[in-house]
């Protein structure tokens, strides 16, 4: 039994005090340890942030997303993205190099482990893990992750989504406007050359990549295919009629949505600057927020000179990882008129901030790309809150009904009439509905399951001698 001095004493004043029973005066003449209690009822005792250590990592999978849990010793836990469709193992390397650090540590033991994160899905380990680590640090200390990140600029975060590609425009056009009909105010559609396949004098050059493994398709990891041969040279071109059977697309689609609603435009295909210069002038006449994606990020000046061309907006930068030897280039050479990056391949939360705080200095606003699970929707969320240039973000699973039941802990739907509030409780706001994951997940993967065998350093990773 505890005595007076207690916890039983404790909470019996604490009692005394809620039912008004010592007035303020009063307490200057209470018992010291009356006073401590009193100062420090709002005081998070879940955990002891300065003790906190990391003690495992575990992974499952659900929509193509690796999902990442940090363990702690003292029972708290944070939840983390490696990108969609990327390698659950980009996080697991870096177990070894965090196991028994203080995950509040954030900007240390990113310094620890950036350098094992690298441009498209191999930046998803550090990302995802970067994540995690708010998360914890944020339920530690009692606070959203917006908070550590500086605070908010906004209570919602503008929301918009991503639209599956239709050969016939009206049916394109109508699934746009179902889109308008469920209250987002920013769309995407993906449109591009594949749609002029079977269009005759529409592309040139195109029967040579036909004739080998993978045809026309952009999404194989057949070595040498058109899906892996970077856009300058395919030489693929797009004729007169071809362009005129894309715009086709998008007057429909502006006839049946109107002009009012911003809307943008990716996967246009693989060629080089010429057509992408080509296009981006017909499209003028649609007034689109932008095209996304037109040739490969890290051919700078090719962008400049694109945007340059055409009143068009340009964006790119979901492949990106970092600003120093990412984007900040892209920025500096004022190549683009929107940057894009997804946090869950950027570097994390805190690492897209400085980016869209660096792109403001240069006059340039920044949306987000994100293809992934709601843990790091929401963690997106926080990063747009906390970044002054910020426009939308995207949601790519508006068609998956069961996409906001993966989560807890948030107002459902999560998105309402195109926009999340954001989240006020610690971390990131929510925690994984277990049962709902395990039905949804990569069974071969499980749920969770111990990893010890990543748990030793394997190699001296020291970058000087």
């Known amino acids: 039994m505890e005595n007076k001095t207690g916890k039983n004493s404790r909470r019996n004043f604490l009692k005394k005090v809620?039912?008004?029973?010592?007035?303020?005066?009063?307490?200057?003449?209470?018992?010291?340890?009356?006073?401590?209690?009193?100062?420090?009822?709002?005081?998070?005792?879940?955990?002891?942030?300065?003790?906190?250590?990391?003690?495992?990592?575990?992974?499952?999978?659900?929509?193509?997303?690796?999902?990442?849990?940090?363990?702690?010793?003292?029972?708290?836990?944070?939840?983390?993205?490696?990108?969609?469709?990327?390698?659950?193992?980009?996080?697991?390397?870096?177990?070894?190099?965090?196991?028994?650090?203080?995950?509040?540590?954030?900007?240390?033991?990113?310094?620890?482990?950036?350098?094992?994160?690298?441009?498209?899905?191999?930046?998803?380990?550090?990302?995802?893990?970067?994540?995690?680590?708010?998360?914890?640090?944020?339920?530690?200390?009692?606070?959203?992750?917006?908070?550590?990140?500086?605070?908010?600029?906004?209570?919602?975060?503008?929301?918009?989504?991503?639209?599956?590609?239709?050969?016939?425009?009206?049916?394109?056009?109508?699934?746009?406007?179902?889109?308008?009909?469920?209250?987002?105010?920013?769309?995407?559609?993906?449109?591009?050359?594949?749609?002029?396949?079977?269009?005759?004098?529409?592309?040139?050059?195109?029967?040579?990549?036909?004739?080998?493994?993978?045809?026309?398709?952009?999404?194989?990891?057949?070595?040498g295919s058109y899906a892996n041969t970077e856009h300058p040279f395919t030489r693929v071109q797009v004729t007169e009629k071809g362009i005129d059977r894309l715009m086709e697309y998008l007057d429909v689609m502006r006839s049946q949505i109107g002009y009012e609603i911003p809307m943008g435009t990716d996967h246009w295909g693989h060629f080089g600057v010429n057509e992408a210069i080509k296009l981006a002038r017909a499209a003028e006449p649609y007034n689109l927020a932008y095209m996304e994606d037109l040739i490969p990020w890290q051919y700078t000046d090719q962008w400049r000179e694109i945007t340059e061309a055409s009143t068009t907006p340009t964006l790119t930068g979901e492949d990106i990882y970092m600003l120093e030897g990412g984007f900040k280039e892209l920025i500096d050479k004022q190549a683009v008129n929107i940057v894009h990056p997804d946090p869950v391949g950027a570097g994390g939360l805190l690492e897209t901030k400085k980016i869209g705080d660096y792109a403001q200095q240069k006059g340039i606003p920044m949306q987000m790309h994100h293809a992934s699970s709601p843990v790091s929707f929401l963690g997106c969320v926080h990063a747009a809150a906390a970044t002054e240039n910020f426009l939308w973000l995207e949601h790519h699973f508006v068609d998956t009904p069961w996409y906001d039941d993966l989560v807890t802990g948030i107002e459902k739907p999560i998105v309402q009439n195109g926009y999340v509030k954001v989240p006020e409780k610690p971390g990131l706001g929510v925690e994984l509905n277990e049962e709902v994951v395990k039905e949804h997940m990569d069974q071969e993967l499980g749920f969770f399951e111990p990893t010890p065998e990543w748990d030793e350093q394997r190699s001296w990773d020291r970058l000087w001698s």
């Open 18 to 223: 809620g039912l008004g029973g010592l007035s303020m005066a009063g307490l200057t003449l209470a018992p010291i340890e009356d006073q401590v209690a009193y100062a420090s009822q709002h005081v998070n005792r879940n955990s002891n942030p300065s003790e906190l250590e990391i003690t495992d990592m575990r992974v499952t999978r659900v929509l193509r997303t690796p999902i990442i849990r940090i363990y702690t010793n003292q029972g708290i836990v944070g939840h983390g993205d490696v990108r969609d469709i990327g390698d659950y193992r980009y996080a697991l390397m870096l177990k070894s190099r965090i196991l028994g650090l203080n995950p509040c540590n954030v900007e240390k033991i990113f310094k620890i482990i950036k350098q094992f994160g690298h441009h498209g899905r191999q930046g998803g380990g550090v990302s995802g893990v970067e994540t995690a680590l708010w998360d914890l640090a944020g339920k530690a200390y009692g606070v959203p992750v917006y908070q550590m990140l500086g605070g908010k600029y906004r209570e919602k975060v503008r929301i918009y989504c991503d639209t599956t590609m239709s050969s016939d425009p009206q049916e394109y056009a109508m699934r746009m406007q179902e889109r308008v009909d469920r209250g987002y105010t920013a769309l995407k559609m993906d449109i591009g050359i594949s749609l002029l396949e079977d269009v005759e004098g529409a592309l040139v050059n195109t029967e040579h990549w036909e004739n080998k493994p993978g045809g026309l398709s952009g999404w194989n990891s057949i070595p």
